[in-house]
């Protein structure tokens, strides 16, 4: 869950930014880009081989939530500002800054590829992944995007944390151009500042 929000443990190898020879690849993350609201389901897949499912909310610029499962008491929420990670069981909030995680590169308006936090590009003819890190924001965390290179759709993202542990997120059923409530993205500040 930590991996989620990209704050758990784990670095890749920095690779020389080969974006900028990839055309495709920014085509790729244009079109994610130009997807301002999407839901749909998840199955995550953590550092340990855990395994836990749900529903995802995204909406462009910088707001997201997961609602676990049950028995997984957790929530995932960013309002654009922050991130916070949620056991309702427990009644317990982590927050930090969106801007600190990689989620931020995800969530942004445009994920523009031929900056520095490009680490590697690679183009299968299933497959096409997307490595992206920025070492002076949250260390050395990365996020791997991988897209259908046939209709451009995200399929996978993977947060490596600064230890070298990945959390793969899987998206399926997703449907774009929803309208959301505004209460789907609110954080609950009075109980995450009561702790």
């Given at each position: 869950?930590?991996?989620?929000?990209?704050?758990?443990?784990?670095?890749?190898?920095?690779?020389?930014?080969?974006?900028?020879?990839?055309?495709?690849?920014?085509?790729?993350?244009?079109?994610?880009?130009?997807?301002?609201?999407?839901?749909?389901?998840?199955?995550?897949?953590?550092?340990?081989?855990?395994?836990?499912?749900?529903?995802?909310?995204?909406?462009?610029?910088?707001?997201?939530?997961?609602?676990?499962?049950?028995?997984?008491?957790?929530?995932?929420?960013?309002?654009?500002?922050?991130?916070?990670?949620?056991?309702?069981?427990?009644?317990?909030?982590?927050?930090?800054?969106?801007?600190?995680?990689?989620?931020?590169?995800?969530?942004?308006?445009?994920?523009?590829l031929?900056?520095?936090?490009v680490?590697?590009?690679?183009?299968?003819?299933?497959?096409?992944?997307?490595?992206?890190?920025?070492?002076?924001?949250?260390?050395?965390?990365?996020?791997?995007?991988?897209?259908?290179?046939?209709?451009?759709?995200?399929?996978?993202?993977?947060?490596?944390?600064?230890?070298?542990?990945?959390?793969?997120?899987?998206?399926?059923?997703?449907?774009?151009?929803v309208?959301?409530?505004?209460?789907?993205?609110?954080?609950?500040?009075?109980?995450?500042?009561?702790?």
């Amino acid at each position: 869950m930590l991996g989620l929000a990209g704050l758990g443990a784990g670095a890749l190898v920095g690779f020389p930014a080969l974006a900028q020879s990839s055309a495709t690849a920014q085509k790729i993350a244009d079109h994610f880009s130009s997807v301002k609201t999407m839901m749909g389901e998840f199955v995550q897949f953590g550092p340990r081989g855990e395994q836990t499912g749900g529903k995802f909310f995204i909406e462009r610029p910088g707001k997201l939530r997961f609602n676990f499962e049950d028995p997984s008491p957790i929530r995932v929420i960013s309002d654009g500002d922050n991130v916070v990670i949620g056991n309702l069981k427990l009644k317990t909030w982590d927050i930090y800054p969106l801007s600190k995680t990689p989620l931020s590169l995800l969530l942004a308006n445009r994920i523009d590829l031929s900056n520095q936090m490009v680490r590697n590009v690679k183009e299968e003819s299933d497959l096409v992944t997307i490595v992206l890190g920025n070492k002076t924001v949250f260390g050395d965390s990365t996020i791997t995007m991988m897209f259908d290179p046939k209709t451009f759709d995200l399929r996978q993202w993977t947060i490596t944390d600064v230890q070298g542990k990945d959390t793969s997120v899987m998206i399926y059923n997703v449907q774009t151009g929803v309208r959301f409530d505004d209460k789907v993205f609110t954080i609950p500040y009075n109980e995450v500042h009561k702790l």
